[in-house]
């Protein structure tokens, strides 16, 4: 018997459970039905039974890894060594100019501003990085601000400022891990140890950092005590050079490499860097419902094409199952165009080219190039 089916017996042991039992020991010459005097005298001691039953059945789910939820679910991963990952705050680039649009140099750090809205992002200036230029911090944790760019107005009063704008959004934000993907994390097999800087160490040194949202590790890649990180962004793109500048001297400072002042060991070079985006254009003929048009389904189709990069690229760190070491991750042709044949309105589609070409796209990883996905033009003929 598992958990999950000692919980589902204890369950079942309910009000019914319990008053079907009691007045099984009673004599049938008496009056059992509900509303009967031994069924009412019964009726709070069979209640209490079953309040009983739930909390045993709370218990034995919160115990097992497998079954916990919440608060309990992070003790258990405090047991293995582990946390679960927090959620992190999006940190924006701006500008900001005067009437003439000339750059003000009157922000400082510790000012604040707005998004334009009904509920607006408020942020925080944490950088200056130019003359009218800084890097702003959202107050608020998750992956809610990530998607904001275009005008901000100022919280702290600044007369010489007439115009202020979010430009980019180098190292977007995460949101709380989940109950799902945590349980996942904590009842995957260990297939080796984090020990002294071995590839597992870098993994796990990777995740600890907030901003990075996967990473590949490459050891001596060019000889032995060098290594390279290529890291993604917590929208899983290529990282800005913020973030790439952020992670290498946490990890290995540039003025102190291979000195061990960075989480790396004593005599490791690390070099990180962002993959190099392939762009992989979407060609294919579809037919679709006789009352619309392919225009009418093209926003959906790309839509969901994007969806399936997204997917993919969730999978860019995975190491290669049939070796146990390195990477492989492959664009197929045949599960781009089941997700044409999702979108409403589309009867039928031919096998997409990718690139141009009647084949899967299977990504590149070296130590010199590793390849990001990221979707194209999407074509759709008639």
Same mark, same amino acid.
């Given at each position: 018997?598992?958990?999950?089916?000692?919980?589902?017996?204890?369950?079942?042991?309910?009000?019914?459970?319990?008053?079907?039992?009691?007045? $099984?020991?009673?004599?049938?010459?008496?009056?059992?039905?509900?509303?009967?005097?031994?069924?009412? =005298?019964?009726?709070?001691?069979?209640?209490?039974?079953?309040?009983?039953?739930?909390?045993?059945?709370?218990?034995?789910?919160?115990?097992?890894?497998?079954?916990?939820?919440?608060?309990?679910?992070?003790?258990?991963?405090?047991?293995?060594?582990?946390?679960?990952?927090?959620?992190?705050?999006?940190?924006? %680039? =701006?500008?900001?100019?005067?009437?003439?649009?000339?750059?003000?140099?009157?922000?400082?750090?510790?000012?604040?501003?707005? %998004?334009?809205?009904?509920?607006?992002? #408020?942020?925080?200036?944490?950088?200056?990085?130019?003359?009218? %230029?800084?890097?702003?911090?959202?107050?608020?944790?998750?992956?809610?601000?990530?998607?904001?760019?275009?005008?901000?107005?100022?919280?702290?009063?600044?007369? %010489?400022?007439?115009?202020?704008?979010?430009?980019?959004?180098?190292?977007?934000?995460?949101?709380?891990?989940?109950?799902?993907?945590?349980?996942?994390?904590?009842?995957?097999?260990?297939?080796?140890?984090?020990?002294?800087?071995?590839?597992?160490?870098?993994?796990?040194?990777?995740?600890?950092?907030?901003?990075?949202?996967?990473?590949? !590790?490459?050891? =001596?890649?060019?000889?032995?005590?060098?290594?390279?990180?290529?890291?993604?962004?917590?929208?899983?793109? $290529?990282?800005?050079?913020?973030?790439?500048?952020?992670?290498?001297?946490?990890?290995?400072?540039?003025? !102190?490499?291979?000195?061990?002042?960075?989480?790396?060991?004593?005599?490791?070079? !690390?070099?990180?860097?962002?993959?190099?985006?392939?762009? &992989?254009?979407?060609?294919?003929? !579809?037919?679709?419902?006789?009352?619309?048009?392919?225009?009418?389904?093209?926003?959906? &189709?790309?839509?969901?094409? =994007?969806?399936? #990069?997204?997917?993919?690229?969730?999978?860019?760190?995975?190491?290669?199952?049939?070796?146990?070491?390195?990477?492989?991750?492959?664009?197929?042709?045949?599960?781009?165009?089941?997700?044409?044949?999702?979108?409403?309105?589309?009867?039928?589609?031919?096998?997409?080219?990718?690139?141009?070409?009647?084949?899967?796209?299977?990504?590149? #990883?070296?130590?010199? &190039?590793?390849?990001?996905?990221?979707?194209?033009?999407?074509?759709?003929?008639?």
């Amino acid at each position: 018997m598992n958990p999950e089916q000692l919980i589902e017996q204890i369950e079942a042991q309910d009000f019914d459970y319990y008053m079907d039992k009691a007045l $099984a020991n009673v004599p049938d010459t008496v009056d059992k039905r509900e509303g009967s005097i031994i069924y009412d =005298a019964l009726g709070p001691a069979c209640m209490a039974l079953a309040e009983s039953s739930m909390s045993l059945a709370t218990v034995v789910r919160q115990t097992y890894t497998a079954t916990a939820q919440g608060e309990f679910l992070d003790y258990r991963a405090a047991e293995k060594g582990t946390a679960r990952q927090t959620a992190t705050a999006t940190q924006v %680039s =701006a500008k900001f100019t005067d009437s003439d649009g000339q750059p003000v140099t009157s922000v400082v750090v510790g000012d604040r501003f707005a %998004s334009l809205g009904d509920e607006p992002i #408020f942020y925080q200036v944490t950088e200056l990085t130019g003359e009218g %230029s800084a890097l702003l911090t959202a107050e608020t944790a998750g992956s809610g601000s990530n998607g904001y760019r275009g005008q901000i107005l100022p919280v702290t009063p600044n007369d %010489s400022l007439s115009w202020a704008e979010i430009t980019d959004v180098p190292v977007p934000a995460r949101d709380a891990e989940t109950d799902d993907h945590l349980r996942e994390r904590l009842l995957s097999p260990d297939t080796y140890n984090a020990y002294g800087g071995n590839v597992a160490d870098y993994v796990a040194i990777l995740s600890k950092i907030d901003d990075v949202g996967a990473g590949q !590790v490459y050891p =001596a890649w060019q000889g032995g005590g060098t290594v390279k990180l290529v890291i993604l962004d917590n929208d899983l793109r $290529a990282a800005s050079k913020e973030l790439l500048a952020t992670v290498k001297n946490s990890i290995d400072p540039d003025e !102190v490499t291979g000195q061990g002042y960075g989480l790396a060991p004593i005599g490791h070079k !690390v070099t990180v860097v962002a993959p190099t985006e392939l762009s &992989v254009d979407v060609t294919t003929t !579809v037919e679709v419902d006789s009352q619309i048009t392919i225009k009418a389904v093209q926003a959906q &189709v790309e839509a969901g094409i =994007a969806d399936y #990069f997204q997917k993919r690229r969730q999978d860019w760190d995975d190491v290669n199952t049939a070796t146990g070491r390195g990477y492989k991750l492959t664009l197929y042709r045949a599960q781009i165009l089941s997700e044409i044949l999702k979108v409403e309105g589309v009867v039928n589609a031919s096998m997409p080219k990718l690139n141009g070409k009647d084949a899967d796209v299977d990504l590149v #990883f070296t130590n010199s &190039v590793s390849q990001l996905p990221v979707v194209g033009m999407v074509t759709l003929n008639g």
